[in-house]
């Protein structure tokens, strides 16, 4: 399955949220996103929400950037 990607370095909150939940919110089960950002209130934004919800996500931290690895957890 692919991996999409989706560039919010040139957004701050609260679009980059909300971009970040449409985006996930296209995926397929155990289809992943990769998410970069460089803004700080954004990436504890999106962790706090994907956690709450039904996705797994995975932080990297990369010098000034972030890359989250959010995946769809399989519904029942």
């Known amino acids: ?12 909150c609260p679009m980059a949220l909300l971009l970040a939940k449409r985006k996930s919110a296209e995926l397929l089960n ?3 996103l990769t998410i970069i950002s460089n803004d700080t209130a954004s990436i504890n934004d999106m962790i706090r ?6 996705y797994s ?20």
Do not use: A, G, P
């Open 30 to 32: 155990q289809q992943s």
């Open 57 to 76: 996500v995975k932080v990297q931290q990369h010098n000034d950037e972030c890359t989250l690895l959010v995946t769809k957890k399989e519904s029942n």
């Open 49 to 54: 929400y994907f956690k709450q919800t039904s």
């Open 1 to 12: 399955m692919k991996v999409e990607c989706l560039d919010l370095r040139s957004q701050r």
